[in-house]
């Protein structure tokens, strides 16, 4: 399969969710097959977290999404060492971040210090936990949200968390015909839920390469 051909599949894919959002779309996917990361800075209810879950849900791969909160603490994202008491040995338990595509839902809710667990991660794929290395998935993808206008029990991001971002844009207000076929398609269930995967892990490293 050609990467045009990829790009497409996964475009029209997404299309069925995310009506009147081309434009968005094309971004989100540069980004994607370029290895980059991406920040969605919106308003509520523009379907950031739709569009997330879209592109996630066309790929054969897996999926975290990490609900962004003040008391969200760097450990409930890379992981942690638990140790048992039965064999009396400590066993490794992966975080959410250990997925080929994670939505960080409202990332600067979070402390600096919980935003900091993202920046190796995102710049190397690998975290380090422990004193010791550990490599992430060769597909690793984040695309974070959010919210322009509330700064109430935010932190922004610092330079050096933006600067891992290959892109960052917003979605903005679809046109009222579009809003209508929106609502239209909700009527009996919510679009995300049909969406099925149309390209799997060996079709995103062709469309990489391309």
């Known amino acids: 399969m050609a990467g045009r051909e990829i790009y497409q599949k996964i475009h029209d894919n997404i299309q069925k969710v995310m009506k009147g959002q081309a434009v968005a779309i094309r971004k989100l996917l540069a980004a994607f097959a370029s290895g980059g990361h991406v920040l969605l800075e919106d308003y509520p209810g523009t379907g950031k977290t739709t569009l997330a879950k879209a592109l996630a849900f066309s790929v054969d791969a897996s999926f975290k999404r990490i609900q962004f909160t003040p008391d969200l603490l760097p450990s409930d994202i890379l992981g942690i060492t638990i140790f048992d008491q039965n064999d009396r040995t400590f066993h490794w338990h992966e975080g959410p971040i250990f997925a080929n595509i994670v939505l960080a839902d409202e990332i600067n809710r979070a402390s600096p210090r919980t935003q900091s667990a993202l920046l190796e991660a995102m710049a190397e794929a690998q975290v380090s936990v422990d004193g010791q290395l550990k490599k992430l998935q060769d597909l690793f993808f984040v695309l974070a949200t959010q ?21 960052q844009f917003s979605l903005g207000y679809i046109q009222p015909e579009d809003e209508v076929d929106l609502l239209s398609a909700q009527i009996e269930q919510h679009p995300i839920d049909t969406i099925a995967s149309c390209v799997d892990l060996e079709a995103i490293a062709v469309l990489e390469r391309v």
């Open 147 to 167: 919210n322009p206008v509330e700064s109430r029990g935010t932190y922004p991001l610092p330079e050096a968390q933006m600067d891992r971002f290959a892109l």
